[in-house]
């Protein structure tokens, strides 16, 4: 079945270092969608990418989605304590369809002050 | 802002016992779903529901789950006789249209 892959699965950073998180499928994907999930919290949707090579941002975070629709990034900017949590990509199992989403094993950022 | 909500917020069960866990979706929210995350790892897909029926389920949602739309209001995941492997936390979602899903806070289901 479908699988989706994140490295890493834990990073380290100080506050104000940048932070990456990568996501690829084992298939190709109609979209993919990234979510955070603060310690103790549910996932919250953060954006959606559709189109090949899409890029996307929002202030210090800024997305993209591969030009084969299989692999996609975050990127933070200047992290802050705030960014602490587990970022996640999803993808969903089958194009279109009310049908759930694959998650990724997940990113988990710690921030030192 | 509308939210999608759940109860309880934690359940205790024995194993063999049955446990129902409710979530009220967003009220214009046309697609439904349920998730569940064992302590420290990734998010599991269940089940999606929509138009009151399954749309599609996981290898996981066997015989000893279902879900129901009762009214217009509730969606419910039923597990009929709970295994200790059970325990994890269970996610409600639900989306408009088929994208962008909106979690609830989940269901602690500990069974002993």
């Known amino acids: 079945g479908q699988q989706v892959m994140q490295i890493p699965q834990y990073q380290h950073v100080q506050e104000g270092e940048d932070f990456t998180t990568y996501c690829n499928s084992s298939?190709?994907?109609?979209?993919i969608q990234w979510y955070k999930q603060r310690p103790g919290g549910h996932p919250v949707f953060l954006i959606q990418?559709?189109?090949?090579?899409e890029v996307k941002k929002q202030k210090r975070l800024t997305f993209q989605f591969g030009e084969a629709k299989k692999n996609s990034s975050l990127h933070i900017t200047a992290t802050q304590t705030t960014d602490v949590g587990t970022y996640f990509c999803?993808?969903?199992?089958?194009?279109?369809?009310?049908?759930?989403?694959?998650f990724g094993k997940g990113t988990h950022l710690i921030i030192q002050p | 802002e509308p939210e999608v909500t759940q109860t309880p917020s934690h359940q205790v069960t024995q194993m063999g016992q049955e446990v129902i866990l409710r979530c009220v979706p967003i009220?214009?929210?046309?697609?439904f779903y349920w998730y569940r995350q064992i302590l420290g790892q990734k998010v599991e897909f269940l089940v999606s529901?929509?138009?009151?029926?399954?749309?599609?389920k996981s290898e996981i949602f066997d015989d000893q789950f279902s879900v129901e739309r009762p009214d217009g209001s509730n969606f419910t995941l039923k597990i009929r006789s709970t295994k200790l492997e059970d325990s994890a936390m269970y996610f409600c979602?639900?989306?408009?249209?088929?994208?962008?899903?909106?979690f609830g806070p989940g269901t602690r289901l500990t069974v002993t």
């Open positions: 979602a639900s989306s408009y249209a088929i994208y962008e899903q909106y």
């Open positions: 298939t190709t994907l109609s979209n």
């Open positions: 990418l559709v189109k090949s090579g």
């Open positions: 999803a993808g969903p199992m089958r194009k279109g369809g009310a049908d759930g989403l694959t």
């Open positions: 009220s214009n929210h046309l697609y």
């Open positions: 529901f929509y138009n009151n029926e399954i749309s599609e």
